[in-house]
């Protein structure tokens, strides 16, 4: 019966194999959700988040967004917001007419513009 020896090529290998394991679970031991055994799939950890926004920047964002009209719209039953004053353009019929005129690369550069 032969033995085998432990070469330190073997060896390297297998640290290396067990960092590349272990790797992933210390990167999510300090993420802000875990993954678990159960239902969910994942636990959160609220004191693992981190965040490199202030509480004083967070409430200016905010300020900023009602003062835009942002939430406050749909506490104060603004809701939806008024329609913008129709500005004095073209008429259905001129825009009938710049597309019936353009041409077959123009129609194809449109289309592709909207997605179609």
């Known amino acids: 019966m032969t033995q085998r020896r432990f070469t330190p090529a073997s ?3 297998g640290l290396a194999a067990a960092t590349a394991l272990a790797l992933p679970g210390v990167a999510m031991a300090s993420g802000y959700i875990h993954p678990a055994n159960n239902e969910a799939g994942a636990t959160v950890h609220p004191s693992h988040f981190q965040s490199s926004t202030t509480r004083a920047q ?7 967004a009602v003062r835009e009209g942002g939430s406050s719209r749909f506490n104060t039953g603004k809701y939806p917001a008024p329609k913008a004053q ?4 073209k008429s ?3 825009v ?6 353009e041409t077959p690369a123009q129609r194809e550069a449109r289309q ?5």
Do not use: Y
């Not at 967070?58 to 900023?64: G, L, Q, T």
């Not at 009938?96 to 005129?101: G, K, P, S, T």
């Open 92 to 94: 259905r019929q001129d």
């Open 86 to 89: 129709a500005s004095q353009g």
């Open 58 to 64: 967070v409430i200016a964002d905010a300020e900023a």
């Open 11 to 13: 060896l390297i290998a």
């Open 112 to 116: 592709r513009a909207m997605g179609g």
């Open 96 to 101: 009938i007419n710049e597309l019936m005129q």
